[in-house]
């Protein structure tokens, strides 16, 4: 059509995590603790969130999906890109501990971790926590909430929306997991089609 030019942005594509209609919100913001996101980073919706309810803070719980099975001997983890670990992160699987050391990104479909000891046979679809100590046993941080919608990171302070109940929703599609201590502690307020 002569003289026309339709300059209209394309219509960006909305995943469904979870039911939206058993979503609730917990009631006002939540100042978000970005300590090393780098300004301009996006946290997506339904990330797995530990606020402190009295002070109205939050922070991201940091879990990984490892990818591909890892032997009993194996320091190199393949795991699902996007992940918030970082060189220095201790990670763990309950029983055991381990630091990454490095994180190759340059692969299609996956990230692949170095870590500094063995966690013993991890099978695909396990989710290793970011520990509180070197011996993996306990996460740093649990989930009790989730992020209510993606977040850009700023300069200043974060102030966000969070999910405190949610049901059917679809793990495969959750860009960041939900480990099974955070499972726990959500239950009977989120409910996983697993």
Do not use: C
């Not at 495969?172 to 955070?182: A, C, H």
Request: aromatic share 8%.
């Amino acid at each position: 059509m002569a003289g026309f030019k339709y300059d209209i942005p394309p219509k960006q594509e909305q995943v469904e995590r979870y039911d939206v209609s058993t979503g609730i919100r917990r009631r006002g913001p939540f100042v978000l603790d970005v300590t090393g996101f780098p300004e301009g980073k996006h946290i997506p919706s339904f990330t797995p969130i530990a606020a402190d309810l009295k002070a109205r803070t939050a922070k991201v719980v940091v879990n990984v999906l490892v990818k591909e099975k890892v032997e009993a001997a194996g320091t190199k983890v393949k795991i699902a890109k996007n992940s918030f670990a970082k060189v220095g992160t201790i990670l763990g699987n309950g029983t055991k501990g381990a630091t990454v050391n490095a994180i190759d990104k340059s692969k299609d479909g996956y990230d692949e971790l170095t870590i500094s000891a063995a966690l013993g046979v991890v099978e695909a679809g396990s989710v290793l926590f970011e520990a509180d100590k070197a011996d993996g046993k306990d996460p740093k941080n649990v989930a009790n909430s989730a992020l209510y919608e993606k977040h850009l990171v700023t300069d200043g302070i974060n102030n966000v929306a969070l999910l405190r109940a949610a049901g059917e929703i679809e793990p495969e599609k959750l860009v960041t997991p939900f480990s099974e201590r955070d499972k726990a502690n959500l239950m009977g307020w989120f409910q996983f089609n697993e």
